[in-house]
Every structure is written in structure tokens, then in C-alpha cells.
């Protein structure tokens, strides 16, 4: 049976996930393409760390980039390195080679993607990332085909686990941040530097590498909104939990007439929502097409299996391809140039908000605030005012109707500036 | 730009949806494949009935199938017939006419699915069927290609909308059976005859289909145990609450050391996992991978757009494989001829069971009962009697732990013949 050689670029978490899998399922495999898959050498930046999986005596630890992409027995090179710039070195140079390319790098692809786009084409090369987004969940794959007929109306994702297993923590257990957080990091769901998790920045670079898969367009990584959920507390989570909220950091995207909408937030999530009972680590998309309606898909976002599943199938996928002598489409749009997207000003985005104002308790501040409301035409849906007043002031919690961006804010602005408020308002959008 | 043809066989609910989604998104559609796609000529059985969609002046309706079929303008046929002869018979002719099939008949694959793969692989021709098991969500394509290199462990599915729908309104509303039904049928989600959906052979077809999917093997339709949904009460419904479940129609497949276990049972499902909580006519399915972990995918299951857009999904996937030259892998595993499976034989399923009897109040009926399930090995985890003692006898509940089959069977033949008992005990799995 014919062998298709791999070279991989790193080789961590997810290269001994894809190993272990290769080893695994080999009968499966075989079964299913008639060839047999076999890692060949991976490129490695200590030639003497130990390893969690040991390739065995055939295959090759190298430093050396070139040695990796000019070997003409590697069909696909496998990019699992991260990172910007020697990640797109080694694309680029694998592409020039005449390799396909499986990565799951998606800051790579939220900031360079359409370059690689192009030169995957002009190398008539396979450039897949499946395993980018959400390892266990299939969206890349089902926006490019199952969803090919669809448009897309709006999509809401959890697509970081370090950061929605702390919100659940926080919700369930009535953890704050910090106790949260420290109590991921001993389990090793979140990372000693959890920025780019908390911040809503490895979020952010999923959302951008999905609006391309399916609007096929470019919503810049620089233009996304983005909000972490570092100013998220429990008093934030019991209030929204008494309105039949959830809080979870959500990426979403929606079409609005034309304009695309997107962000990365926390955000109340209605408790009726599947999408709101996604706990741990999990991941989960929640899409509507206006054909096929809601759609949901939920699994396992990251770990050494899941994203090594990823990463086999759109190995398999090329291997498919390579069979019948024929290259994949990408992007899903036929290669084509992907052009920049019509984005609606955020300032005009409408939603529903939660605001958590803090006040003092005195007369008047009630009738303040609903006037410095009705003045920028923010409706009211519900309203609570609870708590007895202490030194940090009295939470009085708003829950709006569809609102302008731009009208929240003004009204924020002119409440926070007012002489009872305590602590600036807490804002959170309702989706 | 070029054109691709269809003929449809059948123009009814789907072929309407599909006709739809044609027009509203042409679009997206260009914009994807570079290619427009038009339906040219529908077979039909009454050329003179009041149609939901009008094809407009080029398209032709015809009640002669060799008309479409030997058009050599049209590229690919569209099955949606339903039913097993006439659908069989358009399927092999448009075959051996060298034009590609897709069709969403889920009976005619589960009876004669072998046959077509084997006369598609004759012929060089795209067979998909994506529309033919839960329409508005992905497993089909989800089983071929995202997890590939997966091995499934188990399988569990909520894929008959009409079924899912009743029992929704048996749970949340109390209602019996009957009034659940007539509900639905007013309502359009049950049809005037609901034998296929309420008694899960429906549910069979599909599941028969995506064994040969997660497999590559094919479990026969006629080996596959069903049970539908008629015996289903408001009591059971009410205790299986109270243990922390919900009853759902459920389609299952495990493998069990290399064999495999499946059926259609209505079964209980704990609350904590997203499956029970499927509501009204949505479908869903949960599955495990040894490498993915659990995935779950939830969506709308028919209707004539979210059928349409699988439907569509299949056209286009065809038409990327038709602008290169070459054909789909059809089933998966490389076109390879189809195994039988190694079944399990259903006696030798373990599983937690929900026992309810119904049993006379008198002294000495919980010993009985108690012994003859300590002779059969069959376990006690939870149990309760309830209610007070009336004509009809007093319901007894046990929840048991991991019980084969066999066992079960023989305990509750015993105990049904047992003089105290009122009527015949009342089993579910719980899955």
C-alpha cells in the first residue's frame, strides 16, 4: 500500500496528538484511502528535549527548515509551530516546494491568511486549517461544504476554553476572576500567560479566519472589537442569572443588510439557548443560515486528540485530492481573491445591554439615569435595584431594548460623569 | 458564466425548497463555484397539479422518466420521490445515463444502498445523500470527511423531527399520546399516516445509513431492533424526571469490542447532557470519537428549506468534483465494497434499564420482584413505589445498573407472569 510522508513543523501537543492518532487508527485509515500516512521528519527547535511521543527509528528530528520542505519524499508539510513569523517562512517555502500545507495556526492565518491564500494558489497547493478553530468541532469544513448554499446570517461561537471553563467556574462555583483563573492554570486549562485566552485575542483570530469561510470576505484581525473577560464578576453573573442570562465570551458575526457586524465580548446569553449550557472547556458554534436555519455544533475546542483529529481529516482531504490528481478548493470560494468586507461602524451596531451602574443611594439618581437614557433613546425592558447602601455604592442593573452603539455610549459617558456615580458603568451586550 | 443543469425526480415539499434556495442566494452560489446551477425538468406524477414553486418558462415538467434521464443537458438528478421502486428504478438509469445522483431517500439507501454504491462505482458517478438523514445538520459529510480518521465509539441520535416533537409536548405539557399526535398533525409536524415516524422505522432508515458512514459496514435494516414511541406515558415521562432524565426517541450504535450494537428504542437520557434538552422538531446528533472526543450536532431535520440546502450542499459538492473531472468518493471508504457488520446479537447489549411494573398492593410483591431480579443478576440502583393503591395497581420504578439484555428479558417474562401483576412491566434503556 502506498505511503503519504508528512513533515511536520513542531512537534508539541498537537504533533504527538496527530502521532498518537496515526498509530491508533492505522487500520482505519488504510480502510478508508488505501494508503498508509507516516510522519517522516518534524522540524523541532531542541533536537534533545524529550518527547511525548517517540516517531520511532525511520523518522527524523531536524532544525533545519529546508531540510524539512525540500525533502521530496514529504507530500504535506503540517505547520503545528504558532506563532507569526517563522510559521509563514515555513509555509511560504513549503508552498514554493510544491507541498500542501495543514496548519492549525490561527494568528498566523487571522493576520497573513490572505497572502497565504494567494501563493497556496499560485503554487496550486492545498492549504487546509480545520484544526485552527475550535479542534473538535468541524465548523471550517461545514461552512466550506454542508453550508456552501447557505447565507450565512449570523454566527455566535465559545471558541476558547481557557476562558469559558472560568466563566463557568465563576458561575457555577461563584468564583471570582482571579480564584478562577489561578484554579484553570493548576489543572492546565489555562496557560502561565493567559492573555492571548482571557483577552479574547485567540477569539478574535478564529472569528477572523470563519468570516472568511463564511462571507467570503476579509474583516480585518485590527478592525474586530474585542473585550476580554478579565471585568467580568459574580455580581455581574448572579444579576444576569436572575434575568435568565448567561455570561460566556462570545465571537459573533452578523449579516445586516449587507454591512457585516462583529466582535468579540462577554456577553448575556438567554438561558434557553443550547449555546448557554456550553461548559468547561468546551467549545461550541452556533449558526443561522437562511436556509438550513439554526445550526449548532459543540465539542472539544483544543487538547492533543481533538486537534490531531482536525489536522488528520484535512490530511485525509488532501490525500483524497492528491489521488485523483487534483488540488482542493481553499477558501471555499473558488480561489478567489478575497475582498475586504463592508463593515458596519460598531458605533451603529443595536443590541440589547445589560448596564450594572453603581451609585450612590440618594434621591433623584434614579430619575438621572432614566432621563440621561431617554434623552439618547435607550429603552428600558427591566430594571433592579438592589443591595443596601455601604461605601461602594448601590448596583442598579438595566436591561435595554434593541440599542444603538453609539446612543450607549453617549449615555454612559454622561452617567459615569455624574456626580453620584461611584464606579463606572459595567456594560455587557445581550445576544 | 457556465450553467449546470438539473432534473428532479419529484417536485414536491423539497423540490420546491430546493428551488428556492436556488433563486434567493444565486448569488453566493456563483460567487462560490463560478458556476450558476438551474433546474431544467422535474418528473412529476400529476403534470397538471398546482406546483409551491414556479420553474418559470425554460424549465420543463415531464411524468416520463427516461425523458429526464436521457437529457443530455442535464448533468445531475435529483432524487426526491421517496419510496423504494420508482426512486430505485430513476437512480439506475440516471447511472447508466453517466449523470450523478443526489438524493434524500433515506429508505431506499437503507433497503438497496448497496446495490446503488456498487452502480455508481460501475458507472463513475457521484451518489450523495446528505438530505437523507437529519437535512439541516452536516453528519454525513461530518462522518466522510471531518473525522475521518476517527474511530466512532457510539453514536446516539434524535433524528425523526415528528417523534422528538411529541415527546417534547408529552414532557413540557403533560399531554398524552394521542392528544401529542393530533397536536402535531394539526400543527404539520406529523403527517396524516405517522406510522413511519412515531414507530422509529423512520429513525432506522437513518441510522442504517450512517453505519455505513462511522463503519464502512453495513448493519441490514431488517437486523436493526426498533421500537417506537406509542407505549411512551405521561407517567413514565413524569418518574424518569423525577430520576433525573429525559425520554427521547433515540437511534444508537456502539461498538462493543469490534462488534457492533444498535437500535431505535425511545430511552432515557440524562439531563445534564445537551441531548436531552433537544426540543419541539429539531433533531441531534451526539457522537464519540476515540480521538475527537463527544461532538454534538443540533439542527432542524426537515422542512423544505433546511432539506434544500443539504440538498444543495450535495449539487455543489458535485460540481467542484464535475469542474475538475473527477468523482466523489461516494461512501467514504474509498468506494470500497461494503462489509457486512459483526453484529452484536442484541440479546448481549448491556445497558441501565427503567423498569416500570404495575402490581397489585399486597404483601411480599417487592421480594418477589427483588428476588427474581437477584436471580437474573440484574441490579438494583434506585427504586420507588408510589402512589396509592387502586384498580389499576400501584407502579413500581427501578432503575438498574448495567444489565445484558437477556437477563432483563427473563427477569421480566417471570415477573409478568406473577400473579400480583397488574399489567406487563414497562421497559426502557437508559442511554
Known sequence: MDVIKLGLGGFGTVGSGLAKILDMNADRIAKRLDRKIEIKSALVRDLNKKRAFDLGP???????????????????????????????????????????????????????????????????????????????????????ESLAGDKVNNMLG????????????????????????????????????????????????????????AYGVDYPLEDIPVQGITGVTPMDIQFAREFGYRIKLLAH???VDGQLEAGVHPALVPY??????????????????????????????????????????????????MKQGVTPDNTG?????????????????????????TVADRTGVMAAITKSMATHGVSIAQAVQKGEAGAEGVPLV???????????????????AMDFTVEPCVKFRIL
Not at 506563532?83 to 490561527?106: C, E, P, Q, S, Y
Not at 484554579?183 to 478564529?206: N, S, V
Not at 468586507?341 to 460598531?346: G, Q, R, T, V
Request: with cysteine; glycine share 8%.
Open 272 to 321: 434557553t439557548y443550547l449555546i448557554a449550557r456550553v461548559g468547561g472547556n468546551y467549545n461550541a458554534i452556533r449558526l443561522t443560515g437562511n436556509a438550513v436555519g439554526p445550526v449548532m455544533l459543540h465539542g472539544q475546542g483544543a487538547g492533543d486528540l481533538p486537534t490531531g483529529s482536525a489536522v488528520l481529516a484535512d490530511i485525509m482531504h488532501l490525500i483524497r485530492h
Open 253 to 255: 458575526v452578523m449579516d
Open 398 to 416: 438595566i436591561i435595554t431594548h434593541e440599542t444603538r452603539a453609539k446612543d450607549a455610549n453617549a449615555m454612559i459617558e454622561e452617567v459615569d
Open 333 to 357: 470560494f473558488d480561489g478567489l481573491a478575497i475582498e475586504k468586507a463592508k463593515i458596519l461602524p460598531p458605533e451603529e451596531s443595536e443590541s440589547k445591554y445589560y448596564f450594572r451602574f
Open 158 to 213: 465559545i471558541m476558547n476554553g481557557t476562558a469559558n471553563y472560568i466563566l463557568s467556574e465563576m458561575t457555577t462555583k461563584g468564583m471570582d476572576f482571579n480564584t478562577a483563573l489561578a484554579d484553570a492554570q493548576d489543572l492546565g486549562y489555562a496557560e502561565a500567560d493567559p492573555t492571548f485566552d482571557i483577552e479574547g485575542f485567540d477569539t478574535a483570530h478564529k472569528l477572523c479566519v470563519l468570516i472568511r469561510m
Open 58 to 144: 525511520n523518522a527524523t528530528l531536524t532544525d533545519n527548515p529546508d531540510e524539512l520542505v525540500n525533502d521530496p519524499e514529504v507530500d504535506i508539510i503540517v505547520e503545528l509551530m504558532g506563532g507569526l513569523d517563522t510559521a509563514r517562512d515555513l509555509i511560504l517555502k513549503a508552498f514554493a516546494a510544491g507541498k500542501h500545507v495543514v496548519t492549525a495556526n490561527k494568528h498566523l492565518l487571522a493576520e497573513h491568511g490572505l497572502e497565504l491564500f494567494q501563493a497556496a494558489r499560485e503554487n496550486n497547493v492545498g492549504l487546509m486549517f480545520e484544526a485552527s478553530c475550535a479542534g473538535g468541532i468541524p465548523i471550517v469544513q461545514t461552512l466550506k
